[in-house]
């Protein structure tokens, strides 16, 4: 039993290249989220799920696409990627009918 | 939408001294207030919660108080040792059955001074 899992740790790109951040949880939680962490500030909420086929947008969604073909699987897309998208990337779980949520380890993202 | 405000910024306490960190936030309808630990490097750790239903909350050395009126809460740590040196998150959410969305506060960074 996994968790929440995260690919890849670490990540640098530069400017104008795309790629996708991976998050997979093997816990059959019905909703997912990304958030972004910058340094000095709390988390932000960009992209999230209440299942699979349905997504919605958070506070900071601009630059960012996602997906959920699958209960396990939310991945999150950089289509044209900008040094303003250096953060810390953390998805999160939650079970339905339960409040708390659950952070993967993060992927570390620099923008160059 | 939601704002949430925390202080202190930092924090340095001795070890087996209490350590008190606040939060406001500014939707009233917020229901949901958890409370993260993060070391450093690592992910966010969720330690103790509160619902808006509940004034306060324990789990052995952590408590939280929630003022709906006043629209804060707060996180005590008492006898704190080494090991909750972290950073603190505050966060609230309006839950309505759905994904909590969460806000953050901006962090408090604790330390725990022997």
């Known amino acids: 039993n996994a968790g929440v899992t995260q690919t890849p740790k670490f990540q640098v790109l530069k400017t104008g290249q795309s790629m996708t951040l991976q998050c997979a949880q093997d816990?059959?939680?019905?909703?997912m989220s990304w958030y972004r962490q910058d340094p000095g500030m709390g988390l932000r909420l960009i992209h999230y799920s209440v299942g699979a086929g349905i997504t919605d947008q958070g506070e900071v969604p601009n630059g960012y696409n996602v997906s959920r073909s699958t209960t396990e699987d939310f991945p999150l897309r950089l289509l044209s990627a900008a040094p303003s998208q250096t953060s810390v990337y953390f998805c999160a779980t939650q079970r339905e009918g339960q409040w708390e949520q659950y952070f993967g380890p993060g992927t570390r993202l620099t923008v160059t | 939408g939601e704002n949430v405000e925390q202080h202190p910024s930092t924090l340095s306490v001795q070890e087996g001294d209490s350590a008190v960190i606040k939060c406001t936030y500014s939707?009233?309808?917020?229901?949901?207030f958890p409370w993260y630990k993060q070391e450093l490097g690592k992910r966010p750790q969720l330690i103790i919660d509160i619902r808006s239903n509940v004034g306060e909350k324990k789990d052995q050395r952590i408590a939280v108080t929630l003022n709906k009126t006043a629209k804060h809460f707060s996180l005590h740590i008492t006898e704190t040792q080494p090991e909750d040196s972290a950073v603190y998150f505050c966060?609230?959410?309006?839950?309505?059955?759905?994904?909590?969305?969460?806000?953050f506060g901006t962090g408090t960074r604790l330390q725990v001074t022997l």
């Open positions: 816990m059959n939680h019905e909703y």
């Open positions: 939707d009233s309808a917020s229901n949901y």
């Open positions: 966060a609230v959410a309006l839950n309505t059955g759905t994904a909590s969305k969460l806000t």
